[in-house]
């Protein structure tokens, strides 16, 4: 199992730029979370799928950004006009609930820089 | 409004010696609480849980305790090893809430000193 894949590892863009960020889950996890990691606020849930369908985006910062799950293996976070303060790591995870020992599996990261 | 709390940003132990982890959260609704390991340039890994209806759960050198009343859990690593240091991310959520959503805490960088 190849884990929980993004992309890019590495994103370095200008401010106003459109910035998209990419998610493949693990295959027959049926939940996908999207979060920020800062220093101020550690790592905040932005937006999370069950299904493909957003349950919960109440943690998404303002209508720059937005997210989709087309299928069950493809998420991305979008990012319009991007700003500086919008520089952090993202990341993508998923999960499959198995009784109650639910845990999450984390991609590696994408790197934002808005200059 | 941060509902899960590691007051302490980092902490600094000897090889062999005991590392204590904090977390404070105020949502009295959550059940079920996690800690996460992060290393540079990787995603956080999940490393040990704990359900509100026990008060200690442990494996290997890795003990998780709650206290349901003070609303505090602690991670102890005995005997820390170097290759301990990494962010150490705690977690919670409400297992049988409406929604799946678990929630973590700014984290607290473990140095363990050879």
């Known amino acids: 199992d190849a884990g929980v894949i993004q992309s890019p590892r590495h994103e370095v863009t200008e401010m106003g730029q459109e910035v998209t960020l990419r998610c493949k889950p693990i295959s027959g996890h049926n939940s996908l979370f999207w979060y920020r990691q800062t220093m101020m606020r550690g790592l905040e849930l932005l937006i999370y799928f069950n299904n493909n369908v957003p349950i919960d985006d109440s943690g998404m910062p303002e209508d720059r950004f937005s997210a989709k799950m087309p299928n069950a293996s493809f998420s991305t976070l979008k990012i319009q006009p991007s700003e500086p303060r919008d520089s952090a790591v993202y990341f993508c995870?998923?999960?499959?609930?198995?009784?109650?020992?639910?845990?999450?599996?984390f991609g590696s990261g994408t790197q934002l820089s808005v200059l | 409004d941060q509902q899960v709390k590691q007051n302490s940003p980092s902490l600094s132990v000897q090889e062999g010696r005991i590392s204590i982890l904090n977390c404070d959260y105020t949502n009295s609704m959550f059940d079920y609480f996690l800690w996460y390991k992060k290393y540079p340039a990787e995603g956080p890994t999940f490393l040990i849980s704990i359900s509100s209806i026990k008060d200690k759960n442990e494996d290997g050198r890795f003990t998780v305790f709650l206290n349901k009343s003070a609303k505090h859990l602690s991670l102890h690593i005995v005997p820390s090893q170097p290759g301990d240091s990494a962010v150490y991310f705690c977690?919670?959520?409400?297992?049988?809430?409406?929604?799946?959503?678990?929630?973590f805490g700014t984290g607290t960088l473990l140095a363990v000193q050879p």
């Open positions: 995870a998923s999960s499959i609930r198995t009784g109650t020992n639910e845990k999450l599996f």
């Open positions: 977690a919670a959520k409400d297992y049988g809430g409406a929604t799946n959503k678990l929630i």
